[in-house]
């Protein structure tokens, strides 16, 4: 096996998520695997480039960028192998392809909460783009206080002898969103915090200040936008 399949192989073992048993199949697995990294690396630069067009043109329509940053990410090899085994889903490519709509993920971060539901709007209308559900955290935010714009699309990626649909998890938010996202998710992998209680509700209400922050400053925008 290569290191990467070696590596994986002992994760996965290492947390029962396979039986040393199960090691020939997996090698034959993961004798693609990069193949199939390589794929979902394209699928990404595919939605990227749309996003990137759409914001270049809406600055020569209206003289002004509404995404001010796109961020992307694939999902470990060992997470998807335990997403799978959760799920009893079959611990094979297909399964990965046909079952998980987040091995691929783009953020994109927006200037402002109009900004965010125009641009998926422009997105979600090109030809070839299938959406395949859409979950708005902003409008009904999770527990936490979690706010954000999911959508989980598929698109096709033109390879040399093929064409395959690609599924991406798009995430659409604003930067003050994506700043209290990121502080959450550095608590949820944390282990053993004092006073997590305290923490996570100082976190939700940091949510509650910054969502009251956000639609504030999209009225200022909207009063200099009248302006001009």
Not at 190 to 202: G, Q
């Amino acid at each position: 096996m290569i290191d990467l399949e070696k590596d994986l192989s002992q994760t996965l073992i290492a947390h029962d998520l396979v039986s040393s048993e199960s090691l020939q199949e997996m090698t034959d697995m993961f004798l693609g695997f990069k193949e199939f990294m390589m794929m979902y690396n394209c699928a990404i630069r595919e939605v990227q480039t749309k996003f990137e067009v759409l914001n270049d043109d809406f600055s020569v329509a209206y003289k002004r960028n509404p995404i001010e940053m796109i961020k992307s990410r694939i999902k470990k090899p060992a997470s998807i192998m335990e997403k799978l085994k959760r799920r009893n889903y079959p611990l094979t490519m297909e399964s990965i392809l046909n079952n998980l709509n987040d091995v691929a993920g783009v953020r994109v971060i927006c200037s402002f909460i109009d900004d965010i539901y125009e641009v998926a709007e422009m997105f979600a209308n090109q030809d070839d783009v299938n959406v395949i559900a859409i979950k708005d955290y902003i409008k009904t935010p999770k527990k936490n206080g979690y706010r954000s714009y999911h959508m989980i699309v598929e698109i096709p990626v033109f390879f040399s002898k093929r064409k395959q649909n690609m599924r991406v998890e798009v995430q659409l938010r604003t930067i003050a969103m994506d700043f209290w996202a990121s502080l959450e998710h550095k608590m949820k992998y944390k282990k053993d915090i004092p006073d997590i209680e305290k923490l996570e509700k100082e976190l939700k209400e940091c949510a509650e200040i910054i969502a009251k922050t956000d639609e504030k400053m999209q009225s200022i925008n909207k009063g200099l936008s009248k302006e001009q």
